[in-house]
């Protein structure tokens, strides 16, 4: 069974940098797409992008001068870097696996939600 | 960008009765097949595939719960609504590299 984890800071601060890691157990890495979405408090859910274990991303445009998404095949994680956050930042941030380049998402992490607030 | 578009926001219906949730694509997602999936969410929980390539029901997902469509038109239904399917639900199509959701519909008792 797969399993993902969020880890990372609840709380940055306005301009700073919002970073999360997603630890994945079980299961094969190396053939899947892994993908980021948040939810703003209250509301529906949005797709920050997705990276394949070769490294190759694909990002939300409205988001894609702030993001980044790496990876780290041997810890088994992915992470998320959003630069120059503001309060429209806060939300819960998911860690999830796309079955395919063209496929739906099948596991996500239980999220974790991060503040955005001096 | 792929607009998802959900109706309606929000329905009750008895338990026992038929729930029926549409979503409307602003382009086709049909390819070789649908290429469009339905999210059960409930408080507190990370989002879970009841559906995906519009019809195909993941595995442990109950028989009651079913897509249909093609194109630009779907549709889920739930067949007969128990006390656990409270939730919102959400329609997302994964034809475009960007990745877009409905806005949500939530179903009550």
């Known amino acids: 069974q797969v399993q993902l984890q969020e880890s990372g800071p609840g709380l940055v601060k306005p301009s700073e940098t919002l970073s999360l890691t997603c630890t994945v157990s079980?299961?094969?890495?190396?053939?899947?797409?892994w993908t980021w979405i948040r939810q703003p408090p209250g509301t529906g859910l949005e797709w920050i992008g997705y990276?394949?274990?070769?490294?190759?991303?694909n990002y939300n445009p409205s988001l894609k001068s702030r993001v980044t998404i790496s990876v780290d095949t041997s810890k088994k994680q992915f992470s998320l870097n959003l630069t120059s956050v503001t309060a429209a930042d806060t939300a819960v941030y998911y860690c999830?696996?796309?079955?395919?380049?063209?496929?739906?998402?099948?596991?996500w992490g239980q999220g974790t939600l991060v503040t955005v607030s001096s | 960008d792929i607009v998802m578009t959900q109706s309606p926001d929000s329905l009750a219906v008895s338990l026992g009765e038929r729930a029926t949730i549409n979503c409307k694509s602003s382009?086709?997602?049909?390819?070789?097949?649908?290429?469009l999936a339905w999210y059960q969410q409930k408080p507190g929980q990370p989002p879970k595939l009841l559906i995906y390539?519009?019809?195909t029901r993941e595995s442990g997902v109950p028989d009651r719960f079913s897509g249909s469509g093609s194109g630009t038109d779907f549709t889920l239904t739930i067949s007969s609504l128990q006390t656990e399917d409270v939730a919102v639900y959400y329609c997302?199509?994964?034809?475009?590299?960007?990745?877009?959701f409905g806005q949500g519909t939530r179903v009550e008792i």
């Open positions: 999830a696996r796309e079955v395919a380049l063209t496929g739906p998402v099948d596991y």
């Open positions: 079980g299961d094969f890495f190396t053939s899947y797409y």
């Open positions: 990276i394949d274990s070769s490294g190759r991303t």
């Open positions: 382009q086709s997602v049909l390819s070789s097949s649908n290429y």
């Open positions: 390539w519009a019809s």
């Open positions: 997302q199509q994964y034809y475009s590299p960007l990745r877009t």
